[in-house]
């Protein structure tokens, strides 16, 4: 698979910080309105102070838990501290992961950070190869330093054939996600059956068929196409 670089537990921590303060500062902002709302609810009805403290509740347990897991699954697994800090959390197998994905790990927060501080966490990444907690052991997921295309080194022994002279594919056209999904294709391919290789490949080039010119698609099999479309997404990396 690509050679992801897995985030140490010190960025990490520094992207819960960053995160923590931004929870942190939209709580005080919701305290402070919600005084004046609650104390005017609390004058004209006192059993609708009560339901405004309950929903107040389910607020705040949803900017906890749910501020990793919404914008994990809409940034592509980034919230705005990873981001800052410049990591992701992708599946292990090197895709990104899906929203069912990002809220199952961030469900089990509420153990990670037992007894306090993060203590479950903090045992389960010094005890794991790939630095997980149990989040991350539930959902499949690892966290890696974010890189460029330009930075990635797949691990490939030899390289991809390029095109004939003139030929393009549409690989310049891939997202980051998408090239690296070729990638880890390509670097995994041999390990796989044979029939599960062939099913894997076609799948990738329906996903990625929109966006390709897919010139000289009647003379090659899906497999070869990866190669050319991975072979033009890196040399567009080179050259940009």
Excluded at 49 to 74: D, S
Excluded at 86 to 94: P, Q
Excluded at 140 to 168: D, F, H, K, L, N
Excluded at 197 to 219: D, F, H, N, S
Aim: proline share 3%.
């Amino acid at each position: 698979m690509l050679e992801f670089a897995v985030a140490g537990i010190g960025s990490r921590f520094l992207a819960l910080a960053l995160d923590t303060l931004i929870q942190a500062a939209v709580g005080m902002a919701v305290i402070f309105v919600s005084i004046f709302i609650g104390a005017g609810l609390a004058a004209f009805s006192p059993r609708a102070g009560i339901w405004y403290l309950a929903l107040l509740g389910l607020f705040y347990f949803a900017l906890y838990f749910g501020y990793f897991a919404i914008f994990e699954a809409m940034w592509n697994g980034q919230t705005p501290g990873k981001k800052i800090i410049r990591l992701r959390v992708i599946h292990e197998s090197g895709r990104p992961i899906t929203a069912a994905e990002a809220v199952g790990r961030n469900l089990m927060r509420i153990v990670d950070q037992l007894p306090g501080f993060y203590a479950v966490g903090i045992v389960s990444v010094l005890l794991s190869g790939q630095n997980k907690r149990l989040g991350d052991y539930v959902a499949g997921s690892i966290v890696v330093q974010e890189r460029t295309i330009e930075e990635m080194r797949p691990a490939w022994q030899a390289a991809a054939p390029a095109g004939e002279a003139g030929t393009t594919y549409g690989g310049a056209g891939l997202s980051a996600e998408e090239f690296a999904l070729v990638e880890t294709f390509m670097n995994r391919r041999e390990a796989l059956e044979w029939d599960v290789r062939e099913r894997m490949a076609r799948e990738i080039v329906r996903r990625i068929k929109p966006k390709l010119t897919m010139a000289g698609e009647g003379q090659m099999g899906a497999e070869k196409l990866l190669e050319h479309v991975a072979a033009e997404c890196r040399a567009k990396a080179r050259f940009s």
